[in-house]
């Protein structure tokens, strides 16, 4: 299967952009051929394409599985194994962001509230402490904000971020009335 000129450029950046997200150029590359591809390919198929070794290829399909960017499928009569990428782009970025969370930060979380169990023995490990302490406040309230937009139908989703700054100019002008009802009760 020969690429077309744009899609090719797509390939051959997501193989790039893979080292900076923490996977390899292989698996970058697969996942742009699947997530562009209206069928699903087998191994031979991503082989041929890419012009990767086929053991390369099985290696990054099953990474991919792993992070459940990838879905295996079978055709009728056809022995081989078929893979294909989400096809919703929200599911897609919700599955990147469960498994970052799950790789990435729920581990920091474990960590911060360990590290937060031991009693500080000297000033700099109080200093220390309450730095962890306010990492994971933050890193707590940000998990939460997640955990309740991870929850919100796509369409809901996409109007919150368009919303963009006019969040903050909505939140802004709540703070300046509350702020006003507050100084309206210390007179």
Sequence with gaps: MKLEP????????????????GVNRTVGQIYALLFLSPEPLNAEQITDTLGISRSNVSMSLKELQS???VQMVHKP??????????????????ILVEEKRKREIDPTLTLLRGLLLEQPQNDKEAYGQQRVNDMLELIELATGWFDEVHNLPPETLQSLMRLGSKVQKVLGGANKVRNALRSGEKK
Aim: proline residues 3%.
């Design 6 to 21: 744009q899609a090719e450029r797509f390939v051959l950046h997501f193989g790039e952009m893979g080292g900076r997200w």
């Design 67 to 69: 992070w459940r960017l």
């Design 77 to 94: 009569s056809d022995r081989r194994e078929y893979f294909q990428a989400p096809d919703d782009v929200w599911d897609i970025f919700r």
